[in-house]
């Protein structure tokens, strides 16, 4: 997917449009619906012990923290800005891990989470991540691979809410961990594949940046 990617553009490394204070703004907006989300997602995850929402609640820390470094990168030059996205990319590693913890605690204990929390919950994030996408979405070219990684984040997260609400659809129809988990799995897979085209595009970026 990475031969889709728009590359560097020129004003991105002139560093004028790093301080554009709609990109600013956009933001500190994001980290903080990101930041409140986590913590109601995580309190309904532990409660009914859903697989996809840990991973999800997860994935809401990481966007905060890859839109916090974002913000706090966007004065440095163009090298360390790719590096910093080269960077950015393991933190999409971490809604996998935090899954797959809960995927042993579920084959340990195998009970399906409460389909209603689970639906509902899953419509919040969607919600809040359709907002995060559509603001990112507007500002996702002014810094090359960082602004990218944090509207992939959020535009990944989308398709992983709806996958969230079917299962506690089909929960709710037959009682099981099973779409539970498999929404969980594919909530990594997902950011695992964003993870890759992130690194790729910003280890392009940096070889650009050193032909300079």
């Not at 890859?66 to 360390?80: C, T």
């Not at 506690?168 to 950011?191: C, E, F, Q, Y």
């Not at 595009?201 to 032909?211: L, N, Y």
Request: charged share 15%; proline share 5%.
């Amino acid at each position: 997917m990475t031969q889709n990617m728009p590359p560097m553009r020129e004003a991105d490394s002139a560093g004028a449009s790093f301080s554009d204070p709609r990109l600013i703004a956009s933001l500190r907006f994001v980290i903080g619906l990101n930041l409140a989300y986590f913590i109601i997602e995580l309190l309904v995850a532990l409660a009914i012990g859903s697989v996809s929402l840990i991973a999800d609640s997860v994935d809401f820390l990481e966007d905060t923290a890859v839109s916090g470094l974002i913000l706090a990168g966007l004065r440095f030059g163009a090298i360390w800005r790719a590096r910093l996205g080269m960077g950015l990319s393991a933190l999409l590693l971490l809604p996998a891990s935090a899954g797959i913890l809960m995927l042993f605690h579920k084959i340990a204990v195998p009970l399906p989470p409460a389909a209603v929390p689970l639906t509902l919950t899953g419509l919040g994030a969607l919600l809040v991540n359709g907002t995060c996408a559509l603001i990112l979405a507007r500002v996702r070219s002014h810094a090359g691979s960082l602004t990218r990684a944090a509207f992939l984040s959020a535009r990944n997260d989308v398709f992983a809410n709806v996958a969230i609400i079917a299962a506690g659809a089909v929960t709710a129809l037959w009682p099981s961990v099973w779409p539970d988990v498999v929404v969980g799995l594919g909530i990594a897979l997902l950011n695992a594949d964003a993870a890759r085209e992130i690194f790729a595009a910003a280890h392009q970026e940096h070889r650009d940046a050193q032909g300079r």
